[in-house]
């Protein structure tokens, strides 16, 4: 049993950033942002491979979100950069207890463990 804990959610303007944090009670292989908006469906934001050395981002993340982890702390991070307010959503942590080292999916059936989410919200 993993237990996972985000933090750094919050309140920001357009064009503003947050870094999310997610702390998990234990080993975890690959690893994965996901959202979901009032009224629509949960969406990949973000994955990371154990190693660190892949990552993968859909297009509407892509060249403004950063995922990273630090396997000492047992933490995975997101950056977000010039956030929207369309970025608006709860964003949860996922990780995998299983797989490569090197593997990543956007897939949130590929997670066997998910954090209770963080609130962010963008103002316009």
């Known amino acids: 049993q993993v237990q996972l804990v985000e933090s750094g959610g919050g309140l920001v303007q357009a064009g503003g950033s947050l870094r999310l944090s997610c702390v998990a009670s234990g080993r975890t292989f690959s690893a994965g942002w996901f959202r979901q908006a009032p009224g629509k469906e949960r969406e990949f934001v973000a994955a990371i491979s154990w190693s660190g050395s892949n990552t993968h981002y859909p297009g509407s993340a892509k060249g403004r979100f950063t995922i990273s982890r630090d396997n000492a702390k047992n933490t995975v991070y997101l950056q977000m950069n010039s956030l929207k307010p369309e970025d608006t959503a709860v964003y949860y942590c996922?990780?995998?207890?299983?797989?490569?080292?090197?593997?990543?999916?956007?897939?949130?059936?590929?997670?066997?463990?998910w954090g209770q989410g963080t609130q962010v919200t963008v103002s316009s």
């Open positions: 996922a990780v995998a207890t299983y797989g490569s080292p090197w593997s990543t999916s956007g897939a949130d059936a590929d997670y066997d463990y």
